[in-house]
């Protein structure tokens, strides 16, 4: 039985517009910085406000795609054109893989990794779209799987989920050389898999079987595993070299903040000593500008979205709805974790950004689309939560139904 609509969830609406504020402030402060930087290194022409303007348009472009994803176009719709857009996203990342080989100027490259199509004015990103199409996509397979009694059948099941998941991570990790993305992906993966149904010794044969594979591509990577030896440099106190340069950075912002931070427009790993200050490394130049204070209550933000968020995957009483809101947060967790155990030498250095904050306009419009669908869910929660076991019940009813049907007839 529908739920019938009621208010959405405040905390996640107000959580996503306080985050895009507050890194709308802290481009402001250091952006003009950056542009300095870029100039005397490089020899561009940057406007000091070019960065600024930059995240203006990325900010009214995902306050759009939000409102469009939370009043606008319902997840029903969208739900039903799963798997055109995950053939869409896969064929957006293959193409972006032939231009770069091919040398072609429509391939944007930068530090040898081409990761963005070169549209004139703007870039995009396919492997953003892939992340929203694949949460779609597993959040339709698994329900469907589910209510079909084939959760865990080599087959019907699987192999599918192999082929697909397997391109995905071909076409980010190797193709594309992005680990940060990769991770991502991963995390979305196993979230959404863990709420599925799958048995408990196949998820662990997975995740096992996953962790060697990672760990394969790590150590037959020169560049990976230097960043892998400047982490336990950074660990074990080794004498400072390039390879730990940008942990050791981030760490001095975060340490000089102390508590209050040193006010916005007073950093000084922004002008130039911390690389990637407005997209990687933004949690560290906000330590150093706010302070742990600052830090602790971004966090809180986060983990207010977070938590509202698997409150309404547990009130939702629809299978596909609650492996989507999974997805979604499993996407959020993993981007925010690995941001910030990396800024804090908890993880090596690996290039992802912090949601809603980094500098950067596919990024954020895409996860500002999703959680504009999950607020949109959340209009249709229950008031009690939905336990695990009925909803698997509801499957294997529906599932022999489905079967008796095709016995009589």
């Given at each position: 039985m529908?739920?019938?609509?009621?208010?959405?969830?405040?905390?996640?609406?107000?959580?996503?517009?306080?985050?895009?504020?507050?890194?709308?402030?802290?481009?402001?402060?250091?952006?003009?910085?950056?542009?300095?930087?870029?100039?005397?290194t490089?020899?561009?022409?940057?406007?000091?406000?070019?960065?600024?303007?930059g995240?203006?348009?990325?900010?009214?472009?995902?306050?759009?795609?939000?409102?469009l994803?939370?009043?606008?176009?319902?997840?029903?719709?969208?739900?039903?054109?799963?798997?055109?857009?995950?053939?869409?996203?896969?064929?957006?990342?293959?193409?972006?893989?032939?231009?770069?080989?091919?040398?072609?100027?429509?391939?944007?490259?930068?530090?040898?990794?081409?990761?963005?199509?070169?549209?004139?004015?703007?870039?995009?990103?396919p492997?953003?779209l892939?992340?929203?199409?694949?949460?779609?996509?597993?959040?339709?397979?698994?329900?469907?799987?589910?209510?079909?009694?084939?959760?865990?059948?080599?087959?019907?099941?699987?192999?599918?989920?192999?082929?697909?998941?397997?391109?995905?991570?071909?076409?980010?990790?190797?193709?594309?050389?992005?680990?940060?993305?990769?991770?991502?992906?991963?995390?979305?993966?196993?979230?959404?898999?863990?709420v599925?149904?799958?048995?408990t010794?196949?998820?662990?044969?997975?995740?096992?079987?996953?962790?060697?594979?990672?760990?394969?591509?790590?150590?037959?990577?020169?560049?990976?595993?230097?960043?892998?030896?400047?982490?336990?440099?950074?660990?074990?106190?080794?004498?400072?070299?390039?390879?730990?340069?940008?942990?050791?950075?981030?760490m001095?912002?975060?340490?000089?903040?102390?508590?209050?931070?040193?006010?916005?427009?007073?950093?000084?790993?922004?002008?130039?000593?911390?690389?990637?200050?407005?997209?990687?490394?933004?949690?560290?130049?906000?330590?150093?500008?706010?302070?742990?204070?600052?830090?602790?209550?971004?966090?809180?933000?986060?983990?207010?979205?977070?938590?509202?968020?698997?409150?309404?995957?547990?009130?939702?009483?629809?299978?596909?709805?609650?492996?989507?809101i999974?997805?979604?947060?499993?996407?959020?967790?993993?981007?925010?974790?690995?941001?910030?155990?990396?800024?804090?030498?908890?993880?090596?250095?690996?290039?992802?950004?912090?949601?809603?904050?980094?500098?950067?306009?596919?990024?954020?419009?895409?996860?500002a689309?999703?959680?504009?669908?999950?607020?949109?869910l959340?209009?249709?929660?229950?008031?009690?939560?939905?336990?695990?076991?009925?909803?698997?019940?509801?499957?294997?009813?529906?599932?022999?139904?489905?079967?008796?049907?095709?016995?009589?007839?």
């Open positions: 529908k739920n019938r609509k009621h208010k959405s969830d405040l905390a996640i609406l107000f959580s996503t517009l306080g985050l895009m504020a507050l890194g709308l402030i802290i481009i402001y402060a250091i952006g003009p910085m950056r542009a300095n930087v870029l100039n005397n490089y020899g561009t022409d940057y406007d000091s406000n070019f960065f600024f303007l995240q203006l348009r990325s900010v009214g472009l995902s306050l759009v795609a939000f409102f994803a939370f009043k606008v176009i319902p997840y029903q719709y969208i739900k039903k054109y799963a798997k055109p857009l995950m053939i869409i996203s896969l064929i957006l990342s293959a193409l972006l893989w032939v231009l770069a080989l091919s040398g072609s100027s429509l391939a944007k490259c930068e530090l040898g990794e081409c990761r963005w199509y070169n549209l004139g004015p703007v870039s995009f990103q492997a953003e892939l992340k929203l199409s694949l949460v779609i996509y597993l959040a339709d397979f698994l329900a469907r799987k589910r209510e079909e009694g084939n959760i865990g059948k080599w087959q019907e099941f699987w192999l599918p989920l192999l082929i697909v998941c397997g391109a995905s991570l071909f076409l980010v990790v190797i193709a594309q050389g992005d680990l940060g993305t990769g991770v991502a992906l991963i995390a979305i993966i196993f979230g959404m898999l863990l599925s149904g799958v048995p010794r196949q998820y662990l044969i997975m995740v096992a079987l996953v962790l060697a594979i990672a760990v394969g591509a790590v150590v037959t990577s020169s560049h990976r595993m230097e960043r892998v030896n400047a982490w336990l440099d950074t660990l074990t106190g080794q004498e400072s070299s390039d390879s730990t340069y940008h942990v050791e950075n981030a001095l912002a975060i340490g000089t903040g102390g508590l209050t931070g040193v006010g916005i427009g007073n950093s000084v790993q922004a002008t130039g000593y911390l690389p990637e200050s407005i997209n990687d490394s933004v949690f560290a130049i906000m330590g150093e500008t706010f302070g742990f204070i600052g830090l602790f209550l971004v966090l809180a933000v986060f983990g207010a979205m977070l938590i509202r968020m698997l409150k309404v995957a547990e009130h939702t009483a629809n299978n596909n709805d609650r492996l989507f999974t997805g979604v947060f499993a996407w959020t967790l993993a981007q925010v974790v690995v941001n910030i155990a990396a800024m804090t030498s908890l993880v090596p250095v690996t290039g992802i950004t912090l949601p809603l904050l980094s500098y950067g306009g596919t990024s954020m419009v895409f996860i689309f999703a959680l504009g669908l999950v607020l949109q959340s209009c249709y929660t229950s008031r009690e939560g939905i336990k695990h076991e009925d909803i698997s019940s509801r499957g294997r009813l529906r599932g022999a139904h489905h079967a008796s049907r095709r016995r009589s007839s």
